[in-house]
């Protein structure tokens, strides 16, 4: 599972209240709060020298860890589910850990499709929370039909809160380079948590469904005799 790791652009079920954060994540005072919506808590922050501003989606998934993070290591599927991500390739593994992904980027019309090459590396810490993090790497491959975007800074917390529950967190600073007004690119940049997590609850379901459906071996056998 380890090495199907990473999605991109590539991270909603139900939060609580505002002020619960996990330890394991970066806290939440230099982030202001935007909204709540479909459970999904929706945060932003400002950088120096970027008028792009970075976002961040918190929520509670009722599943347990491994299943949230099987689906996100799922680089085949995740074309079916990621927003706007239309294809998806692995360049080359750097560590067991960690890999180089190409993803493409479907754009609405009129604008001309983009693409990332980022490095994407997860980390089991303490509590068996699972990090994942990436950044784009320079160097690694071109696509001369796309405009190249950049990834400053993607990470995702998954922190198991029992055997079937999450703790999620993603954050998200990606530019999709271009002449692309940089107010339309934050204003879509506030809907990608909830359309992230969103998407990744509604492929969970999908991947359990197609589970229940599969005959086990036992009624295999049953039906041959």
């Known amino acids: 599972m380890i090495h199907r790791l990473i999605l991109i652009l590539s991270t909603a079920i ?5 002020s619960e954060a996990s330890p394991a994540d970066p806290a939440l005072e230099s982030w202001s709060y935007l909204s709540e919506i479909d459970g999904v808590q929706v945060w932003r922050k400002e950088f ?32 079916d589910w990621v927003p706007m991500v239309d294809k998806k390739t692995t360049i080359r593994e750097t560590t067991p850990r960690s890999r180089i992904e190409y993803a493409g980027i479907k754009m609405p019309w009129p604008l001309r ?10 980390e089991i810490m303490h509590g068996n929370v699972y ?9 690694e491959y071109t696509d001369p039909e796309r405009i190249r975007a950049r990834i400053d800074l993607s990470t995702f917390y998954l922190r198991p809160e029992n055997a079937n529950s999450t703790y999620i967190d993603v954050s998200l600073l990606s530019d999709p380079m271009g002449s692309v007004p940089k107010f339309l690119v934050n204003s879509f940049q ?4 909830i ?3 969103t998407g ?26």
Do not use: C, M
């Open 14 to 18: 139900v939060l609580p209240s505002r």
């Open 48 to 79: 120096q020298n970027s008028e792009v501003i970075a976002v961040r989606g918190i929520t509670h998934l009722p599943y347990p860890v491994e299943e949230v993070f099987a689906v996100l290591s799922d680089n085949v599927s995740s074309v």
């Open 113 to 122: 499709d983009r693409y990332t090459v980022a490095e994407g590396s997860l």
């Open 131 to 139: 990090k994942i993090s990436y950044r784009s790497v320079d160097g």
């Open 190 to 193: 506030k809907n990608w948590p």
């Open 195 to 197: 359309q992230f997590l």
């Open 200 to 225: 990744l609850r509604g492929q969970i379901e999908k991947v359990r469904l197609k589970s229940l459906s599969q005959p086990t071996i036992g009624t295999d056998l049953r039906r041959t005799h």
